[in-house]
Nanobody, 121 residues
Framework: QVHLVESGGGLVQPGGSLRLSCAAS????????LAWYRQTPGNRRESVAE????????NYAGFVAGRFAIDGDMDKKMVYLEMDNLKAEDTAVYYC??????????????WGQGTQVTVSS
């Protein structure tokens, strides 16, 4: 079984920065997709950014507008989201999401428990 644990959320003023981290553990054979999603009360979870491990392609939601950067460390099985110039509308619970192959090359996908990001003065 694969587990994801996020950290790095918190309260930040508009224009500030935060770096979210996600640690993956368990019997992971290979990682395929690393991603961050976010969700606000009453709304669907939405994609923020993702990496395709195979070719290191990175994709971002339109609202990111160059403010966020996703990165991954395959050796450490870590996923990061650097967020700059944060806005009040970025306030949400941020979730890490990982797809890959577990032991015996069985496909898996996993979600973290979420970390709260609040942007407010």
């Amino acid at each position: 079984q694969v587990h994801l644990v996020e950290s790095g959320g918190g309260l930040v003023q508009p224009g500030g920065s935060l770096r979210l981290s996600c640690a993956a553990s368990g019997q992971i054979f290979a990682l395929g997709t690393l991603a961050w999603y976010r969700q606000t009360p009453g709304n669907r979870r939405e994609s923020v950014a993702e990496i395709s491990v195979r070719d290191n392609t990175k994709n971002y939601a339109g609202f990111v507008a160059g403010r966020f950067a996703i990165d991954g460390d395959m050796d450490k099985k870590m996923v990061y989201l650097e967020m700059d110039n944060l806005k009040a509308e970025d306030t949400a619970v941020y979730y890490c999401y990982v797809k890959g192959l577990a032991a015996w090359r069985q496909p898996f996908d996993a979600w973290g428990q979420g970390t709260q990001v609040t942007v407010s003065s």
